[in-house]
């Protein structure tokens, strides 16, 4: 299956090789989303090179074309309507993006180039120890570390739009807040994948006493209780949907 991989390239081309500078740029000047759109396309056929044909060439060249239209249409309706609806912009930006895979893929069907599946094999023989890896559990993999590099970086910013939309005051947390929540997002995702789904409500337990310590002796107001409870739902969502996702992937294999 090819679309583990693609996910994965949009996952890092998006969220990895996309820099803060370039994120930036690419709303105001064409050519740095041109450089995006091209490093969709490269980040995909790297990834998928054991599909290599002219056929998957084709797939690619649709695919990072209409991303960087997606794009486009992102950065035009942020100027036209400001920076009211990030949050909602973002995920239809990302909702379309994963559609759009998918919904490519069945017209062309790029099948596996058997020369590089020969040569894959033959290494198999030399190396023993890549015989545990078939293109199923490749693609399994690829889809695991989509979801938790989207949860690093995606999920970051889905929790600090919603907060922002709903004015709490984010200063005060910083990249600690942001490394907090990866760490919580992660273990989440571990507790899910491993079937330990007790744990889950452990861990938001043992952080609720620990933010209660602060509430209680009055060091913070109601809009940190606010923040606490927006934040803390809106992050366990989102590892909890993705971990949901990657598991779903794996009862398809």
């Known amino acids: ?3 583990p991989f693609l996910i994965l390239a949009h996952v890092l081309a998006d969220f990895v090789l996309q820099t803060n500078k370039l994120s930036q740029n690419k709303q105001m000047n064409i050519l740095d989303l041109i450089k995006h759109t091209l490093i ?3 980040t995909s056929l790297i990834l998928t090179i054991h599909y290599f044909s002219l056929n ?3 797939v690619l060249i649709i695919i990072s074309v209409i991303h960087g239209l997606i794009d486009y249409s992102k950065i035009y309706l942020s100027r036209k309507y400001g920076k009211d609806f990030e949050l909602e912009l973002f995920l239809s930006d990302q909702l379309l ?5 998918i919904a490519v893929i ?4 790029p099948q596996i180039n058997q020369h590089i599946l020969a040569f894959f094999t033959e290494l198999q023989r030399t190396y023993e120890g890549l015989t545990l890896l078939d293109i199923q559990r490749i693609g399994f993999l690829a889809i695991a570390a989509a979801v938790i590099i989207f949860n690093f970086q995606g999920s970051t910013f889905v929790v600090r739009k919603t907060l922002k939309k709903y004015k709490s005051d984010i200063s005060s947390e910083g990249d600690r807040g942001k490394a907090i929540g990866n760490l919580e997002r992660l273990l989440i995702i571990l507790f899910i994948i491993l079937g330990y789904y007790s744990l889950i409500g452990l861990l938001f337990t043992a952080k609720s006493l620990i933010r209660f310590k602060e509430i209680e002796t009055g ?3 109601e809009a940190f209780v606010e923040y606490y409870l927006i934040g803390s739902f809106v992050s366990i969502f989102m590892a909890i949907s993705s971990a949901s996702l990657l598991k779903v992937f794996y009862y398809l294999w």
């Open 40 to 42: 969709v396309f490269l």
């Open 106 to 109: 069945p017209w062309f069907d």
């Open 219 to 221: 060091n913070v107001g």
């Open 97 to 101: 993006h994963i559609l759009l895979i």
């Open 56 to 58: 998957l060439l084709s």
């Open 1 to 3: 299956m090819i679309y």
